[in-house]
């Protein structure tokens, strides 16, 4: 039997449908990685800190030992910064962190990519459409804007509003153009997939699941990793103060 060709209707429909999942996925990894660079920022407020101190007394211990001749100079002069704290998980590591999450420090946006953004706003925003289709089709460009704006991608930005206008000046949907469409949003949401897998094997990813885990099971996880380097911290700052004693005791001039 001969395959009939998808009518035009069949392939608004499957647009329409397209562009729905694509925001929505948008608006679900968009939460994700707000939640993960909170996430990144209390751990390295809260924990990073305590690391930091954790480090200091341990270069400390280090200049001690080796004054009293229980180390070798060479050895371990320099503190290195801890790579694992509670169950398993790492070591305030903010660009490993921040890269998982994809917070990286970005450029501040021009005047430009500002302007150029604030007018596809005021142009595609969807409150703006008037029936079903154009408020998806407004939403999905809303959302490429806001990525190529998230990257600093002003050419991009210029593209989808010169597309835009060029749609508006046809007056609706053109019917060469939705099968086009539909495969960018295929792509897009590929791509989409890629992200979030790379996001689930990043650090920041697995503590937060393993939060979740904890939260499940009526404990709290990051709170008992703050404990936790703070029993390090004191452990620490006693072998410290014994090494001082000691030194003070064995350098103390004979009467």
Same mark, same amino acid.
């Given at each position: 039997?001969?395959l ?9 429909a ?7 999942? /694509?925001?929505?996925? =948008?608006?679900? /990894?968009t ?6 660079? +909170? ?16 480090? =200091?007394i341990?270069? +400390? ?9 229980l ?22 590591r903010?660009e ?5 999450a ?6 501040a946006p021009? +005047?430009?990519l ?26 999905s460009?809303?959302?490429?804007a ?7 991608d =002003? ?21 060469d153009? /939705? ?23 990043? +650090? ?7 939060m ?9 996880l990051?709170a008992?990793?703050?404990?936790? /380097?703070?029993?390090e911290?004191?452990r ?16 103390a001039?004979?009467?």
């Amino acid at each position: 039997m001969k395959l009939q060709p998808a009518t035009p209707d069949a392939d608004r429909a499957r647009l329409a449908a397209l562009e729905l999942e /694509v925001a929505a996925r =948008e608006r679900d /990894v968009t939460r994700l990685k707000r939640d993960l660079l +909170a996430l990144q920022s209390r751990y390295l407020d809260d924990i990073g800190g305590l690391y930091a101190k954790l480090n =200091e007394i341990e270069t +400390a211990i280090a200049d001690e030992e080796i004054a009293l001749g229980l180390r070798l100079g060479t050895e371990g002069t320099e503190a290195t910064e801890s790579t694992e704290g509670t169950e398993g998980m790492p070591g305030p590591r903010t660009e490993d962190i921040g890269a998982a999450a994809g917070c990286g420090h970005r450029t501040a946006p021009s +005047a430009d990519l500002k302007r150029i953004f604030r007018q596809l706003a005021k142009t595609i925003h969807p409150d703006l459409a008037l029936d079903g289709p154009a408020r998806y089709r407004r939403h999905s460009l809303m959302a490429e804007a806001n990525r190529a704006y998230a990257e600093r991608d =002003e050419d991009r930005l210029r593209l989808i509003l010169s597309k835009w206008e060029r749609g508006d000046t046809h007056g609706g949907d053109d019917l060469d153009s /939705v099968p086009r469409r539909i495969a960018a949003l295929e792509e897009r949401r590929q791509a989409m997939d890629a992200e979030l897998a790379d996001l689930k094997t990043s +650090a920041i990813w697995r503590l937060n699941a393993k939060m979740e885990d904890a939260r499940q099971q009526g404990w709290d996880l990051f709170a008992e990793m703050v404990r936790e /380097v703070d029993r390090e911290i004191r452990r620490a700052t006693a072998r410290l103060a014994r090494l001082r004693k000691q030194r003070a005791s064995s350098s103390a001039p004979i009467p």
